[in-house]
């Protein structure tokens, strides 16, 4: 039987490692797949993991039906036996949804590799539709470390060094600010509650190197 399944983890957990992985795997014993990924660091159309591998993928664009691009390959007489799914929380709640018919309908397993919540602690819409529909939602077991050396378990955005927890979901490239330049996005993992005290590693550094209180003050 084929299955969904849906592997989470914070940012630095090695989730496109193990969908590169995961394809090698399947490849190896001749299956044939299709790899996806949405917005990727390495630009369009790539997996790219923080451990150097690449691979060819077909972006997910807003408008992207898998039912129809699966069915028309099958129909063109390609062979699809898996699809590879990376970055699924940029996914839409409807491309999760053709994702589970592919698996129930054309019998074609769907592992999909995404983050579970963005930098304001709330479920991303592509991770939360595969919560609810998976048939499997795993945890990856690489852990990502916050800098005080507990797990990392949240996902931290900092304009020019400061962490923020509003904004726009999905930021490609920098934000505009209101005066002056681009404010520089970056990401950061954190435990829960350094992310709840907004302590980054910089700020962490930055409080430890200031100057001790006078013990006689
Ligand atoms: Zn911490």
Redesign the pocket.
């Given at each position: 039987m084929a299955e969904l399944t849906f592997w989470t983890g914070t940012m630095d957990a090695g989730k496109s490692t193990l969908a590169l992985q995961t394809n090698h795997n399947h490849a190896a014993r001749g299956r044939s797949g299709r790899i996806f990924t949405c917005n990727d660091r390495a630009g369009e159309a790539h997996i790219s993991s923080r451990l150097g591998l690449t691979h060819d993928a077909i972006e997910v664009t807003p408008g992207f039906d898998f039912w129809r691009f699966v069915v028309d390959s099958l129909t063109q007489g390609g062979r699809i036996d898996y699809l590879i799914c990376d970055e699924v929380q940029f996914y839409s709640r409807d491309q999760v949804d053709a994702l589970a018919k592919v698996v129930d309908e054309l019998q074609i397993d769907v592992f999909c590799f995404g983050i579970l919540t963005d930098f304001r602690t709330q479920l991303f819409v592509g991770s939360q539709r595969l919560v609810e529909l998976a048939d499997r939602t795993e945890v990856l077991q690489v852990e990502a470390l916050?800098?005080?050396?507990?797990r990392?378990t949240h996902n931290a955005r900092t304009e020019d060094g400061v962490m923020v927890t509003e904004g726009e979901v999905i930021v490609v490239g920098d934000v505009e600010a209101q005066d002056g330049p681009p404010a520089e996005v970056a990401y950061e993992v954190?435990?829960r509650?350094?992310h709840r005290r907004k302590?980054t590693a910089a700020r962490a550094k930055a409080v430890s190197l200031a100057p001790e209180p006078l013990p006689f003050g």
């Open positions: 916050c800098w005080c050396g507990k990392a954190l435990c509650q350094h302590l």
